[in-house]
């Protein structure tokens, strides 16, 4: 930031970023950010970056991409990386250095809380907890069975979320703490490790219409409905033009009766593995914890609004930021 021309001091942080950072110009001129600083970034988790409502956001990396910082410019977030890159903008401050390459030095790995935890297997206990937070309470085998992993599995993740503060110990048994910044955590997590590993297949459909009305169709054939088209029932200024189903099979017969046709890439029906095995009698879509995860993924900037949205509206996930 002295390279730069600006004078940084540190302040207290929160759950919810790494760092608060003040900077100030040789104008007088200051502002106080909110420091996110994130080890990978790509232009989905740059759509995927949560900007908490207190403090304006300025993400730090070890290399932003021109893609990566595209995305932050077009959401307003300020943003700098090792190798100089930096755009930070506010009152009559303007400083945008695009270009430099990443520089050649070899990082030293951080840690973070609670790792293993936001593993591919750690994310299925945290999605239980996430969107059922009443089964924090339950028994270690109670919870590894509706998170579909291993009992060893489920003590290893509570006993990081614990660590990390997430999950603590009261009378009435396992309780969630700060389910805002986990479901950060989780979200971003999720667009990176296991989602990708969910994908079944995708498919192309002339006609996507037939969804709404087809509660009892998609029930027969073991399929919840995610993304943009649940995200449509929670929010109905969305409109979507895919179709993403979490199925625990191949739904054969759904896919030849609206004569779906395999598509790599540009399929507009994406089918995925459900892992998960408590059920929401009737509801027919995901928890709104997945729905609003799947949009954040898409790398969708239309999409990620319709996150934020979603978020400030929906009770589930109101009273997480809330715990």
């Keep these: 930031m002295a390279e730069l021309g600006l004078r940084g001091e540190f302040g207290a942080a929160d759950d919810e970023v790494d760092a608060v950072l003040r900077l100030t110009a040789g104008s007088g001129a200051a502002r106080t950010y909110g420091v996110q600083v994130k080890q990978r970034l790509t232009a989905e988790l740059a759509t995927a970056v949560h900007v908490p409502p207190s403090l304006p956001a300025l993400v730090v990396a070890p290399s932003i991409s021109e893609p990566v910082a595209d995305r932050l410019r077009a959401r307003g977030i300020d943003y700098v990386d090792t190798a100089g890159n930096a755009r930070l903008a506010w009152g ?97 997590a999720y667009s990176i490790t296991l989602g990708p590993s969910l994908v079944l297949g995708e498919f192309s459909a002339g006609d996507l219409s037939w969804w709404p009305n087809s509660a009892h169709e998609l029930r027969e054939a073991g ?80 999409q990620r609004e319709h996150g934020d949205r979603i978020r400030a509206s929906d009770d589930r996930l109101t009273r997480l930021d809330r715990t």
């Design 223 to 302: 399929a919840l409905v995610g993304g943009e088209a649940a995200a449509s029932l929670i929010d109905p200024r969305l409109r979507p033009s895919t179709l993403t189903l979490y199925v625990e099979k191949t739904p054969l017969s759904l896919i030849g009766r609206h004569r779906m046709t395999r598509a790599e890439g540009t399929g507009n029906v994406h089918l995925r593995q459900r892992f998960w095995q408590v059920t929401e009698e009737d509801s027919g879509s995901v928890p709104p914890t997945l729905i609003y995860a799947d949009l954040l993924a898409s790398g969708d900037p239309r």
């Design 92 to 188: 009559d401050v303007l400083i945008d250095i695009r270009g430099r390459r990443k520089p050649t030095v070899h990082l030293a790995k951080t840690s973070s809380r609670g790792s293993r935890a936001f593993g591919k297997a750690g994310l299925k206990v945290g999605f239980v907890l996430l969107s059922w937070p009443d089964m924090a309470s339950e028994p270690l085998r109670g919870l590894a069975a509706a998170s579909g992993v291993s009992l060893g599995t489920a003590q290893m993740a509570v006993d990081e979320l614990t660590a990390a503060g997430y999950l603590y110990e009261s009378a009435g048994g396992r309780r969630l703490a700060r389910g805002g910044e986990l479901l950060n955590r989780w979200s971003e």
